[in-house]
């Protein structure tokens, strides 16, 4: 029985039914994107995801938020970690909160970025430690394109 | 693996030196080329601009600055549930100024964060930016909605050439 009462609380939960939910869009001037967290598995990396295409020398609005819509339970020390890099190799922007996620809480995040160089981005934002109490990590990831 | 590593050592080479504040511990980090930096630590408002001279950072126009803070939760005793960290890089009239500049839409850097404050509550960023306009600039990262009769700050000058 207890096994079987582990393995159910570890299987991975469609998305429609997690109440752990992300949010992480980027908008320049009329254009935004918005992608929703996932729980990570190999498959995110292969799921299509949204482009946010803009110019070198604008300002990017990022926002990101993330809920625990569960009305009893906490899922403690989550580090919630955001990375905007060029090509994998260099940060542009990088933040890191750790927080307990107590039934109802929510964190939040809006800041600017401009003057990103021309070339290929990833906006990765992803939580680190809610595996231990919620059986799985969130990510949410987008490219941004920079034209010169 | 590669961004758990990321991340924990975003908060780690970030770590605070402790005991600089009740409430919050702020390092405060502003470098420019060549290894040029200055670094700051909490202060506490009111009053207005807090009480300790800000060191400043002198680059030329179009060189490009990387700034980083994090802030520790030091209180040891409850949460404040909908706390929030400010960080702003706003023109100002002078150096060393103790009068706070507004922040608008024509800020060089700014963001803000909304969590749950719990004791030893940590979070921190780091940002490349560019000012390619000279001038005295405010580089400000600060504690709001913490549920005290005070927020915690750390600033740095900026002078732009």
Request: glycine fraction near 6%; charge should be neutral; charged fraction near 20%.
């Amino acid at each position: 029985m207890f096994c079987f009462i582990v393995s159910v609380a570890r299987v991975t939960p469609r998305a429609a039914d997690d109440l752990f939910t992300m949010e992480l869009s980027a908008r320049v001037d009329a254009e935004q994107q918005t992608a929703h967290g996932q729980p990570v598995s190999p498959a995110l990396n292969r799921s299509p995801r949204a482009v946010l295409a803009t110019k070198s020398g604008t300002k990017i609005r990022i926002r990101w938020s993330i809920v625990n819509q569960e009305k009893t339970g906490i899922i403690p020390d989550v580090t919630v970690h955001l990375l905007l890099d060029h090509d994998q190799k260099d940060a542009v922007y990088e933040s890191a909160l750790v927080m307990d996620f107590a039934a109802q809480a929510r964190s939040s995040a809006d800041f600017v970025v401009a003057a990103l160089a021309p070339g290929n981005y990833v906006l990765r934002l992803e939580t680190i430690g809610a595996a231990r109490s919620h059986g799985h990590e969130h990510a949410a990831v987008m490219d941004v394109k920079v034209r010169p | 693996m590669r961004r758990a590593i990321l991340a924990a050592a975003a908060l780690a080479l970030m770590a605070p030196e402790l005991a600089h504040a009740e409430h919050f511990d702020i390092k405060l980090v502003a470098a420019g080329p060549d290894g040029v930096a200055q670094q700051a630590f909490a202060d506490q408002t009111p009053p207005e601009g807090g009480l300790n001279p800000r060191p400043v950072l002198k680059v030329r126009a179009g060189d490009e600055i990387t700034m980083q803070f994090i802030m520790t939760n030091v209180y040891p005793h409850g949460t404040a549930a909908n706390a929030g960290v400010h960080y702003y890089v706003v023109r100002e009239r002078d150096l060393g100024q103790k009068a706070v500049p507004a922040v608008s839409e024509e800020a060089i850097v700014d963001g803000t964060f909304t969590f749950a404050l719990k004791p030893q509550a940590r979070v921190g960023a780091r940002q490349r930016f560019m000012i390619r306009q000279p001038g005295n600039y405010l580089l400000r990262v600060e504690s709001q909605r913490t549920q005290r009769d005070h927020e915690h700050f750390s600033a740095i000058d900026l002078q732009i050439q």
